[in-house]
């Protein structure tokens, strides 16, 4: 029986962690995550907030994904929506999901990220 997701994984173009790093930890507000000792070498970055792990992996012929995203659940949705904007990252609201408030945002690397809240969550 599978429980939950431990984390999701992306894929980035190589050089591009203090890019990440920037964006997931300054604008999402998430933490860094070390990588393990073996897996470090391969470059990439790790971020976590709560439960919701995100980790970005470097791949030579990268190709950012633009249909496939995580969904990261949030809370206070218009004040996260408002803090993306701040930070120049685009926001795209979509009412099509019965019972949530959601829009849709890209990391630095072209990535495409789901952002929902429950509807009466806030």
Same mark, same amino acid.
């Given at each position: ?10 894929? *980035?173009? &190589? ?8 964006? @997931?930890v300054?604008? +999402?507000?998430?933490?860094?995550? !070390? ?32 249909? *496939?995203? &995580?969904g ?7 004040? @996260?929506?408002?803090? +993306?904007?701040?930070?120049?990252? !685009? ?32």
């Open positions: 029986m599978i429980t939950a997701v431990d984390h999701v994984q992306l894929a *980035a173009p &190589p050089g591009s962690e203090d890019r990440l790093r920037a964006y @997931y300054d604008v +999402l507000a998430m933490s860094e995550l !070390p990588k393990p000792h073996p897996l470090a070498a391969r470059g990439g970055c790790w971020f976590q907030s709560g439960t919701a792990q995100v980790h970005l992996g470097v791949e030579e012929d990268f190709r950012p994904t633009r249909k *496939a995203h &995580p990261l659940r949030v809370t206070g949705i218009e004040h @996260y929506a408002a803090r +993306l904007r701040a930070h120049g990252a !685009p926001v795209q609201w979509d009412e099509n999901l019965p019972g949530y408030r959601r829009f849709y945002s890209y990391d630095p690397v072209g990535n495409r990220l789901e952002f929902l809240e429950p509807l009466g969550a806030a």
